[in-house]
């Protein structure tokens, strides 16, 4: 039998929306007796994924923000979610650093109303390999990552963690 054009235009069709994941986002609830909520978007872009962060019900000021080995956020106070996403092994450091966890992502910053946004290009998480960040965990912390204390970064505990799943691509 001759394959007719129309089918093979309904496979090629078939193959282009089972395509790589080009976003991937991660909505955030709070953890116990927290009220921090909201989203992250992962946008794949040049040079890395593109993090775009919206968040509510923080305390001013810095909090700690990275992505955990599980996306696994079952757990009341979110310690299912692991320690940092680290496929790597390297040490805790800043999102500058050449020498990070994957994770590392650093800190947000929340305003007096408790609200935080930052749209900035991350060079060392992606969507494929040992680094992508699909199904693992986004947490944000009670305070602020200091970029240098062993494991964690002294950041505290946990007040959202979400769980990155793929989203429709742009
Ligand atoms: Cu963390
Ligand atoms: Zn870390």
Redesign the pocket.
């Known amino acids: 039998m001759k394959l007719s054009p129309f089918v093979f235009v309904l496979t090629a069709a078939t193959v282009a929306a089972a395509g790589p994941v080009t976003k991937a986002v991660a909505v955030l609830s709070p953890t116990q007796g927290s009220t921090a909520s909201g989203k992250v978007v992962f946008t794949k872009v040049e040079g890395g994924v593109k993090v775009s962060v919206s968040l509510t019900g923080l305390k001013e000021g810095p909090h700690?923000?990275?992505i955990?080995e599980f996306g696994d956020c079952s757990a009341p106070d979110a310690t299912s979610a692991g320690g940092?996403f680290n496929p790597g092994g390297e040490p805790h450091a800043g999102p500058k650093d050449a020498h990070r966890h994957t994770?590392d992502l650093g800190n947000i910053e929340a305003n007096k109303d408790g609200v935080a946004t930052a749209e900035y290009v991350d060079a060392g998480v992606s969507f494929e390999g040992a680094t992508a960040v699909l199904g693992r965990g986004v947490?944000v912390?009670e305070k602020a990552?200091d970029l240098k204390t062993q494991p964690?970064?002294a950041?505290g505990g946990?007040v959202a963690c979400g769980v990155v799943g793929a989203a429709k691509g742009e």
Do not use: E, L, Q, Y
Request: charge should be neutral; avoid cysteine.
């Open positions: 700690g923000f990275h955990h940092h994770g947490i912390h990552d964690t970064g950041a946990r």
